[in-house]
């Protein structure tokens, strides 16, 4: 064991990406505090900075290299640091050789975060790189320290990994098959969290709807909602993401039945015909999402849905476009995230032909927001005069004499008030909706 006691060492995360990510960070954050680092705000102070990586988008991976770059600058005043690179860019192999002689020193994997104090001294004592990334996920495991931002709101992981395989997504790839957690894990956690203070948990999964398959003891979702429903200093349970093919009614019956749960669920569509749906290998069509979306807001009163849509998708067809506008205008999002397609190397979609030109897919995505800020100012302007719950979070990002919260809905607030709101449940009247935020006044 290498003794940390001699010198203070100080460490720096650089996360990207998810929430998995930022959850992750958290985790790893609790595990070098273990080792007697303590977090520095300054990368060029440190002694161990560590890479937490997005491989989602190729432009991702550019700023993380460009950012390795501009890290590896400050091991000429500090021949000590140390340099760690993890998350997803580091299970692919492209990345595992473009990383080599860039001055990592370390390179571990998303199945293998819980091995980084080992490595940490590994590289200590053997002043030469140290790679150990697995190639395929292993167990679950539990019990790994943590530390997270203050605050009022926390992630919880439900499950690991991906089974579904759309066809341009690098995910399953990069995280492995899924795995579920053991709700008595679960729950312990979150009692922990209510217990330090926290009032919203936020489960996380790549896709929720499948979380408890391959477990021993049968159980679902709907079961988990009802279990976490009942942890006493919780006040809102939220979760993502939600995939269109397999959201059950008794998921939807336990989103209303349970008075814990905020009615909103993300559930990406990501495209509107039936030919490009196909092509993604999402496995549901328009119908079924139609279908699937009005059950929702029929069994959930006041649901809020939101989505995710991909543009300019290989041989997406200027009718396939409008089969999204279409779909999106009769489905009425709340919100949704946009985007164009992009190229992600190592995904089927990348050998597709067909692919459409970079001036088409900036077009289409102009047309798609127009329409989808419409439907969103619309239905906030409609809630102009009702007075709505919020979870206070803290100062707008805009304004710091004003406060921000969110409703049940995750439709952001922004209003006036004392600083000692902050962590409370309060209500607010709402006096003007716009596109992205409402703004209210607290009713005491």
Known sequence: MVDYSEEIKKYHILTYG????????????????????????????????????????????????????????????????????????????EVQQKLKNTGVDILFGTHNV?????????????KNPILRVWDKEGTVVESLPSKRKEGISAFVNIMYGCNNFCSYCIVPYTRGRERSREPQ????????????????????????????????????????LYKVNEINGIERIRFTTSHPKDMSDNLIDAIRNNNKVCEHIHVPLQ????????????????????????RMRDRIPGVSITSDLIVGFPGETEQDFEDTLDMVDKVKF??????????????????????????????????????????????NKSL????????????SKTNTERLTGRTRCNRIIIFSGSKDLIGQLINVRIEEGKTFSLFGDYVS
């Open 18 to 93: 998810c929430q998995m990510n930022v959850r992750d960070s958290e985790i790893i954050a609790g595990l070098v505090e273990s080792m007697g680092y303590i977090e520095t705000n300054s990368p060029s102070d440190a002694d161990l900075v560590i890479f937490n990586t997005c491989s989602v988008r190729h432009s991702a991976e550019n700023k993380v290299y460009g950012k390795l770059g501009e890290i590896n600058k400050f091991k000429k005043n500090n021949k000590e640091l140390l340099i760690a690179f993890g998350g997803c860019m580091a299970q692919l192999n």
């Open 114 to 126: 819980h091995e980084l104090p080992r490595l940490i001294e590994e590289a200590n004592q053997e």
């Open 185 to 224: 894990d679960i729950v312990a956690e979150i009692k922990e969290l209510a217990e330090l203070g926290y009032k919203e948990v936020t489960l996380l999964g790549q896709n929720v709807n499948s979380y408890g398959k391959g477990l021993q003891n049968e159980t679902d979702f709907s079961r988990l």
């Open 271 to 294: 495209a509107g015909s039936n030919k490009v749906l196909k092509l993604m290998n999402r496995n549901y069509t328009r119908d079924h999402y139609l279908e699937l979306t009005k």
């Open 334 to 379: 709340d919100a949704a995230f946009t985007f164009m397609y992009s190229v992600r190397t190592g995904t089927k979609a990348a050998s597709l032909e067909e692919q459409i030109e970079l001036e088409t897919k900036k077009e289409r995505l102009n047309r798609l927001n127009k329409l989808q800020y419409s439907i969103a100012t619309e239905i």
């Open 384 to 395: 102009e005069g009702k007075t709505v719950e919020i979870l206070v979070e803290g100062t």
